[in-house]
């Protein structure tokens, strides 16, 4: 088996592991419930749970919930539901808002050590104080306060004494520091805003920085792992955690997942979303989990290309191509063969009596270690086959049907094209054919051979199906780095909706369905919006490798 190398994360733990310093490794993953997750959470799902997977621990799920404003119960379940579907188990399920009162107690704790003060600056004086990375900030008139006296307004504060933006509650630390963040940040904020957790018990709020790293202390977590945009808050983490004297949680960071045609933040997929540019967060375009999922992409497909993007340190931009990739080569082992027509024309064997019909026997994935098993298909007179499948004048190196040419009808026989029909706009309506009864797929005694091999439906046994054809969202490879707004390089053509394809019999039978590849047309997956009724299919991807690894 291939030996894989450790990628950096890996390296560190692996010392910290051997060197006695981490007893049990504990991870969490800290998605705030303001959307729903995307394939970018994926990558860091992986990452959190597949390291305890693989050096023992746990992993947390900790939402981190301390803007009321944005938060909703609906994504904390939605959040749940996709880090489940993607397999994996937290051991803890706790919440940012459950730390309010110890996080309120560290404040406290902070005034007490004359390391925060109670400031009545404007966001636009406290922002013209930091001063630039260049020259030192200049402090508050407030940053001399006395305990007392900050003790007395951070209370008044906390009793809703006071409206919002009356003042802040500042980090005493470094006015001179080249980090701005280490610039007395705010730690505490008044927001008089009903939380979706506490109510309306608190009117005042953490601010992230001095929410999270206590949290992850307050968990034991070992190893916080973070995106590289946090690389400038790791000081302020260890300064919190130094200055409270509690359990030294330690950061690091590595690269957010970058797609290509895509953006990614739940900001911007809001707006989509908001703005009915999408059917919603699950529309099977967009990069959410769930969006991938009615998409028909599977849990293993997303791992896999979490496991072949690996763990960088540098900001990079992933082909979307990769991630087609890694599901088509997962639905190549298990999805069931079938036959669909996408664009129909009537193909008619003349030689086959009308009114007859037989049944044809399919295997249902020559990929699949079993086979997949077999299923009937129906056979007669008359079938559906794709318009672009015949040529009135062939190019060259055609293989497919046009006048006097021979093909074989997948599963079935072959036949010859002797005649067309048009109708009255000059397109072709009709092409009509003649089967060499000798020829049966399996038992072919006609000694033909044929180049080409196309898919079919009998007419009077198909069904009917809505097929939902996806293309990228956006046109343009980055759309967060074009100038304007983000949403005018939407794509079009990203949604084609056929509403009259013909599917096999087959298909509107089945009780439970299965991922399918529509022979030659790419793979397919029944939308959540299907019924018995009217089958809607999405297609998954289609069959072409446009990446290679
Ligand atoms: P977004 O705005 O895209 O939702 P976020 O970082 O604000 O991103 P959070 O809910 O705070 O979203 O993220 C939870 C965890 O997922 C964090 O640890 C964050 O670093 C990680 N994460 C978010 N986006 C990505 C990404 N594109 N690649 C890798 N990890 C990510
Ligand atoms: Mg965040
Ligand atoms: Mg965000």
Request: proline fraction near 5%; hydrophobic fraction near 35%.
């Amino acid at each position: 088996s291939e030996e894989k190398s450790l990628n950096f994360i890996e390296e560190l733990i692996e010392n910290d592991l051997s060197s006695g310093k981490t007893k049990t490794l504990v991870t969490r993953f800290p998605p705030e419930p303001n959307g729903y997750l995307h394939i970018g959470h994926a990558k860091a799902i992986c990452l959190n749970f597949g390291l305890t997977q693989k050096y023992g621990g746990y992993t947390n799920l900790r939402f981190d919930d301390t803007n009321p404003v944005t938060e909703k119960t609906e994504y904390v379940n939605s959040q749940q539901e996709d880090i489940h579907w993607l397999g994996f188990e937290w051991k803890n399920e706790l919440y940012a808002s459950d730390y309010f009162d110890q996080l309120h107690a560290f404040a406290v704790t902070l005034i007490e050590k004359g390391l925060a003060y109670v400031d009545h600056s404007t966001a636009e004086e406290i922002a013209e104080q930091k001063g630039t990375p260049t020259e030192p900030g200049k402090p508050s008139v407030y940053r001399a306060r006395t305990i007392t006296e900050n003790l007395t307004l951070f209370a008044s504060m906390k009793a809703g004494e006071l409206p919002d933006g009356a003042c802040t509650l500042r980090a005493k630390i470094d006015l001179a520091s080249p980090n701005m963040l280490m610039r007395d940040p705010i730690i505490y904020r008044i927001k008089h805003a009903h939380h979706h957790r506490t109510g309306d018990a608190w009117c005042i709020y953490p601010m992230y920085d001095f929410a999270h790293g206590q949290s992850d202390s307050i968990e034991n977590i070992t190893h916080s792992i973070c995106t590289l945009e946090y690389v400038s808050h790791r000081e302020l983490y260890d300064w919190f955690i130094e200055q409270l004297g509690i359990f030294p949680s330690k950061q690091y960071e590595f690269a957010r997942l970058n797609l290509t045609y895509t953006v990614m933040s739940k900001r911007k997929l809001l707006q989509l979303v908001n703005e009915g540019l999408v059917s919603g967060w699950d529309d099977p375009r967009m990069p959410t989990i769930s969006g991938l999922r009615r998409r028909g992409y599977t849990p293993e497909s997303i791992k896999e290309f979490c496991e072949r993007i690996g763990i960088a340190k540098r900001e990079n931009l992933i082909e979307l191509s990769l991630l087609e990739f890694c599901i088509r080569e997962d639905l190549n082992k298990r999805a069931t063969r079938v036959m669909a027509v996408l664009d129909p024309i009537k193909l008619v064997i003349t030689n086959y009596p009308g009114g007859q019909a037989e049944t044809l026997i399919g295997e249902n994935n020559p990929e699949a270690e079993d086979k997949g098993g077999t299923r009937e298909i129906p056979f007669s007179r008359e079938l559906w086959i794709e318009r672009e499948d015949f040529m009135e004048e062939p190019a060259k190196k055609w293989f497919r049907l046009a006048p006097g040419a021979t093909v074989r009808l997948k599963h079935a026989y072959i036949v010859q094209c002797h005649d067309f029909k048009k109708g009255p706009d000059g397109e072709v309506t009709e092409v009509h054919c003649t089967y060499i009864p000798e020829s049966k797929s399996g038992e072919d005694t006609s000694g033909i051979n044929v180049k080409g091999t196309i898919h079919w439906v009998s007419a009077a046994h198909a069904k009917t199906a809505e097929v939902r054809l996806y293309d990228r969202l956006f046109s343009v490879e980055s759309p967060d780095s074009e100038e304007g707004d983000f949403k005018e390089y939407l794509n079009p053509l990203s949604i084609q909706t056929i509403s009259n394809a013909y599917i096999e019999p087959y298909l509107a039978t089945l009780a439970e369905h299965q991922p399918y590849q529509f022979i030659r047309k790419g793979y397919f997956c029944v939308d959540k919006d299907s019924s018995p009724d009217k089958l809607i299919f999405n297609r998954t991807v289609g069959l072409k490798e446009a990446w290679k690894p």
